[in-house]
């Protein structure tokens, strides 16, 4: 069970790590993929205000769910993935403005 809690500790801190912004400038935020997956879920749609935290699509990866939730509150510019996707590691998925 430790084990276990360290691994979900580990993937929280790799998916916050990925969640950066991508001009350099706090105009935009990229969305990445932390590892390769699948993609099972998108939780948001182009134009939809989120807040800080909101989870925002989930990532399938050895057969556990990761999920990826917003570094900031903002408005989904763009959802560059779909459902069933495979995707990469550091691969964008979605962008926040």
Do not use: F, Y
Not at 51 to 80: D, T, Y
């Amino acid at each position: 069970v430790l084990l276990a809690r360290v691994a979900d500790a580990d993937r929280r801190q790799i998916a916050r790590a990925h969640l950066g912004a991508g001009a350099g400038d706090g105009s935009e935020q990229q969305v990445r993929a932390s590892i390769p997956g699948k993609v099972v879920r998108c939780l948001v749609r182009s134009g939809e205000a989120v807040i800080a935290g909101q989870p925002l699509v989930i990532v399938e990866a050895m057969k556990m769910e990761n999920e990826l939730r917003a570094g900031r509150a903002g408005r989904v510019r763009e959802v560059i993935v779909r459902e069933g996707q495979a995707v990469e590691s550091g691969e964008t998925l979605l962008v926040l403005e």
